[in-house]
């Protein structure tokens, strides 16, 4: 059974960081890309980043690059996402999501329950 | 970016009867070199992450019940829920694979 389970979410400040983690067992972590995805509250779904399977590509939406890296490390099955400089508006749920080879890696098949993170003073 | 636009923004379906969600993108996600669109939707329910409905605009994800259909090419899209189940209610999101970065619809409320 896939699993995907995120934590490092949490209270932090405006300027502050955070590093987001995803564990993920039940498939060959190493064969897959991966993927952010946030949900501010009450809000709909906006694509954070993603990383090919090897780890070499990665990229990010407009308003995080500079700020955020994602990163995984295959031999721990864990993806990563270091958050720098955060602001209110990064306030969201964090999922992390499988993106299967039948779609290229890019529709998202398994979501982990996700980690709210709020930047707040 | 890619725009994707949906609607409505919600509506109310009668139990068995058919619910139609649009979902509109500012540019082709037709990939001609191999004629499929990248288009997918998702199902979210209150407190969970979104579960994949259909890829490839048409293509329904291993598990979702045949009543949930996708349609559509080049920039117009359709999700069709041929007889609503309670269990459907639910909010719908279209995403395009297309282009970096992947953009959603801004998401339809389906009530019954």
């Known amino acids: 059974e896939v699993q995907l389970l995120e934590s490092g979410g949490g209270l932090v400040q405006p300027g502050g960081s955070l590093r987001l983690s995803c564990a993920a067992s039940?498939?060959?972590?190493?064969?897959?890309?991966m993927t952010w995805v946030r949900q501010a509250p009450g809000k709909g779904l906006e694509w954070v980043s993603t990383?090919?399977?090897?780890?070499?590509?990665?990229y990010y939406t407009d308003s995080v690059k500079g700020r955020f890296t994602i990163s995984r490390d295959n031999s721990r099955n864990t993806l990563h996402l270091q958050m720098n400089s955060l602001r209110a508006e990064d306030t969201a749920v964090y999922y992390c999501?499988?993106?299967?080879?039948?779609?290229?890696?890019?529709?998202?098949?398994?979501w982990g329950q996700g980690t709210l993170v709020t930047v707040s003073s | 970016d890619i725009v994707m636009t949906q609607s409505p923004d919600s509506l109310a379906v009668s139990l068995g009867e058919r619910a139609t969600i649009n979902c509109r993108s500012n540019?082709?996600?037709?990939?001609?070199?191999?004629?499929?669109?990248?288009l997918a939707w998702y199902q979210q329910k209150p407190g969970q992450p979104p579960k994949l409905l259909i890829y490839w605009a048409s293509t329904r994800e291993s598990g979702v019940p045949d009543r949930f259909s996708g349609s559509g090419s080049g920039t117009d899209f359709t999700l069709t829920i041929s007889s609503l189940q309670a269990e459907d209610v639910a909010v719908y999101y279209c995403q395009q694979y297309y282009t970096t970065p992947r953009t959603f619809g801004q998401g339809t409320k389906v009530e019954i």
């Open positions: 990383i090919n399977s090897g780890g070499g590509n990665t």
């Open positions: 540019q082709s996600v037709l990939y001609s070199s191999n004629n499929k669109n990248y």
């Open positions: 999501a499988q993106g299967p080879a039948y779609c290229g890696g890019d529709c998202y098949s398994y």
């Open positions: 039940g498939f060959t972590f190493s064969g897959y890309a």
